[in-house]
């Protein structure tokens, strides 16, 4: 079973041919919604994946909350743990550009209510793997992190958002998954040592004993693990939209850590499916399903 613990959005989408400058308004071309946040996102790339997913969340009780949990209800996740709160449910507001690229303003809402006491709604047992993001209060993905350890559950935590705080706890997940730009924040924050980003990555997983993931977009993978090193290079397409792509990556990456694939099998199969989330527009609706993400492998050897 996977366990995702984090944030529920319904994400509200301008196109603009390029994004603006601070001050400056660009006119649009299409305005869409969709189901959206980090957490949900990743429980639905989880589910598609082929994975059986509790969903341990809140959304508001309000008209976006329906819509917000749509999808996840189509793939079969378990909402049992999705409380209802009389704050708004969470939004994204996002705009996207001709060339993929994004910027993005979330409201938390209902995320910020997610609290360490909810944790009992996960149920967590040894052999589950606990996904997690920094989209909810930061002593919740603490105490998810030190709750999951204990109950013989593998973690992995999705760095995203940047945040600072969140450096004391990086080290307690067994696989941290970081951008690249992340990565070098918590780096400078985490003081660790080395002339590039792969020496900084063997020194943090020396220092923890766990495992960096680090994404490149275009460029692949790296990962470091205290006695080894990877690099798993990334499929060449065209980006429609890279919104999601990050949190189908970390959906992937879980399930196929909880089915047995190595870490390097985990890995492509997460790359690939990140890089087919890019080809729709989207967040949730542009998660690929399993079948094509296999044949996109299959392709590709």
């Known amino acids: 079973m996977i366990i995702v613990i984090g944030s529920i959005n319904l994400d509200l989408i301008a196109n603009v041919d390029r994004l603006p400058s601070p001050g400056e308004t660009v006119g649009g071309s299409a305005f869409t919604t969709a189901p959206g946040g980090k957490g949900a996102n990743q429980a ?64 938390p809402g209902a995320n910020a209510s997610v609290l360490p006491g909810d944790l009992a709604k996960a149920f967590l047992k040894k052999g589950d793997v606990v996904l997690l993001q920094n989209e909810i209060p930061l002593a919740t993905v603490d105490a998810a992190l030190d709750q999951a350890r204990a109950a013989g559950a593998i973690t992995v935590l999705n760095t995203a958002p940047f945040q ?10 067994d696989y941290a998954v970081a951008n690249e730009t992340e990565f070098d924040l918590y780096g400078e924050a985490l003081s660790l040592q080395g002339r590039d980003r792969a020496a900084r990555m063997r020194d943090f997983a020396g220092k923890t004993g766990r495992t960096i993931v680090v994404t490149l977009g275009g460029d692949g993978v790296l990962a470091a693990m205290p006695n080894d090193f990877l690099t798993v290079a990334a499929r060449k397409i065209t980006p429609v939209d890279t919104v999601g792509a990050g949190d189908t990556f970390c959906g992937y990456f879980a399930a196929g850590l909880s089915s047995g694939l190595t870490l390097e099998q985990a890995l492509a199969r997460a790359g690939a499916a990140g890089s087919l989330a890019c080809l729709k527009p989207g967040a949730q609706p542009a998660i690929p399903l399993a079948k094509d993400v296999d044949q996109a492998l299959q392709e590709t050897r």
């Open 164 to 173: 600072g705080e969140a450096a004391t706890f990086l080290g307690k997940a």
């Open 44 to 107: 639905l790339a989880a589910a598609r994946a082929g994975a059986s997913v509790r969903m341990v969340g809140a959304v508001g009780k309000d008209s976006f909350a329906a819509e917000a949990l749509a999808l996840l209800r189509d793939g079969k996740v378990d909402l049992s743990g999705v409380a209802e709160t009389h704050a708004s449910t969470g939004t994204a507001l996002i705009m996207v550009a001709d060339d993929g690229e994004n910027i993005i303003a979330v409201v």
